[in-house]
């Protein structure tokens, strides 16, 4: 039997880092990811992970953060903003996550196998370089991305954002590369309040930060025309070595605390749609790590969506995107979007 050519990472002891009863980000989401994997599991590599070194840490992390959050390990719990909270095992959870969330990366660089999922506690996406916030603890995300490249002499590497909330840590730690192109997908005005459509990147990084916000009540029509009429041009210029998804589940439409419409379907076309494009650019290197998403079923139904796309044989042709509606929501988002980037970008809007 061949080697799967997908591998998948999740352990107990992600469960242990917990915030106080009634916090939507619980261990019980794991739950709902392992449900999503057992159709699948005899098509998946299941690995361990690893506690990520300080040294890779410190790629993204100032060492007075770290010191701070080292210091908690096995103390009593507390918080470090107005919903990030820690117990005596989360530091130990938090490097679990950036260490699985490296060795998926740094292994379809390498040219190990080239596709994976993360299923990981604490997410990341929301802290920052000097400080944690919005339930991340850890930049898992952005610290793979930083190690991929100080190890492998600077690939280039899209990050796709699609959380529902703006991935702020990750944005800012990458706002000056060029050889990283963030692209986010969010609802907005909402947490954290960045992520508008001027923000696109800075100095030599300019035009590699791509922010599509939202209104509250996109669904289906709108996430996956974004994706091919926006995020597919925009990877299609950019050339990547390999896509990473900052993979929240909290735009499904059961979640708890945003309000947007997506299903299961809108899951599973964007994710045919990256899968086609990974296989289109970059060897089929396409990394999923998990972030926020708050309803079960949500959390369940993305994570089945994605793993069915990574699990087939190929990619689906990039099919051809249906008409943009005149006065259509999908349509103002991509006019938007078209001002600012289109002169980088030049078939941005196309199908
Ligand atoms: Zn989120």
Do not use: K
């Not at 917990?18 to 261990?27: S, Y």
């Amino acid at each position: 039997m061949r080697e799967p050519s997908v591998q998948f990472v999740g352990d107990p002891r992600f469960l242990a880092h917990r915030a106080p009863p009634g916090h939507p980000e619980r261990p019980e989401r794991l739950d709902a990811v392992q449900s999503a994997l057992e159709p699948v599991r005899e098509r998946v590599a299941c690995r361990p992970p690893r506690a990520a070194t300080f040294d890779e840490l410190r790629s993204v992390h100032d060492e007075r953060l770290l010191r701070i959050l080292a210091a908690t390990r096995g103390g009593r719990d507390g918080q470090l903003d107005a919903d990030t909270y820690f117990v005596a095992e989360s530091y130990d959870t938090a490097c679990l996550a950036a260490g699985a969330s490296i060795d998926l990366v740094r292994d379809a660089l390498r040219g190990g196998t080239p596709r994976g999922f993360a299923a990981v506690r604490p997410p990341g996406h929301h802290a920052e370089a000097g400080r944690s916030m919005g339930f991340c603890l850890l930049n898992n995300v952005a610290i793979a991305v930083r190690t991929a490249q100080r190890e492998l002499g600077g690939p280039r590497i899209l990050v796709f954002d699609w959380d529902v909330h703006h991935g702020n840590g990750t944005q800012h730690v990458f706002e000056s590369d060029p050889d990283v192109f963030y692209v986010s997908t969010h609802q907005f005005p909402f947490y954290p309040g960045t992520g508008d459509h001027r923000e696109i990147g800075v100095g030599r990084g300019e035009g590699a930060t791509l922010n599509v916000p939202m209104p509250a009540g996109c669904g289906d029509a709108e996430f996956v025309g974004v994706v091919q009429r926006i995020v597919t041009p925009a990877a299609i210029a950019f050339r990547p070595d390999l896509i990473v998804v900052s993979c929240g589940f909290d735009a499904h439409h059961d979640d708890p605390l945003a309000s947007m419409e997506l299903r299961f379907e809108g899951y599973r076309a964007m994710a045919e749609q990256l899968r086609a494009l990974a296989d289109l650019l970059c060897g089929g290197r396409i990394v999923y790590v998990l972030e926020g998403g708050y309803s079960l079923l949500g959390v369940q139904e993305g994570t089945r969506a994605v793993l069915e796309s990574l699990v087939a044989a190929r990619g689906t042709a990039l099919p051809a995107a249906p008409p943009l509606e005149p006065g259509s929501m999908l349509r103002s988002l991509v006019e938007r979007t078209a001002r600012i980037h289109g002169v980088r970008i030049p078939d941005l809007g196309a199908a």
